[in-house]
């Protein structure tokens, strides 16, 4: 592995409210992009990408129960696609995996007209944008 550049993101850490939830829909989803587990432990579970590995845990010190997007906080994570039908693939396949498609009445521009992207939201409310990388290259 290369070394990673100065300022590029080391880690997200996300906490749930359901660790068994958040490794059945975002445990898919990462391994499907390439992501591979990293790290294990009672409470938490990461996947690894490169020199970035993302963090989900149930923290005992968590004062909520519930993930709301439209709080101070995290809004989403955005993550590239590599085209068309692997974006289409993912949103057919998502619900399978506690995945929800967001705006389907403006899928898949539900962005903008020159957008080619997906909004899911998991069963805990945290949501991920998939975005085709090049929208306009032809696949």
């Known amino acids: 592995m290369t070394r990673p550049s100065s300022g590029m993101l080391h880690h ?7 660790l068994d939830r958040a490794v059945v829909s975002f445990g898919w ?3 499907t992009l390439g992501y591979t587990p990293f790290q294990s432990w009672s409470n938490g579970r990461s996947w690894r ?3 970035t590995y993302l963090v989900f845990e149930q923290s005992p010190a968590l004062t ?3 993930h709301d997007r439209q709080r101070p906080g995290l809004n989403h994570l955005a993550f590239h696609i590599e085209d068309h039908h692997t974006m289409e693939s993912l949103v057919a396949e998502a619900p399978g995996h506690g995945w929800s498609l967001m ?6 521009h539900a ?8 909004y899911l939201e ?10 085709v990388m090049d929208p306009f290259a032809a696949d």
């Open 49 to 51: 990408l490169g020199a």
């Open 64 to 66: 909520a129960d519930e």
């Open 12 to 18: 997200v850490e996300m906490w749930v409210p359901d």
């Open 111 to 118: 962005g903008g007209a020159r957008t080619y992207a997906a």
């Open 103 to 108: 705006f389907p009445d403006r899928h898949p």
């Open 29 to 31: 989803l990462l391994e």
């Open 122 to 131: 998991n069963t805990d409310g945290f949501e991920v944008e998939l975005v």
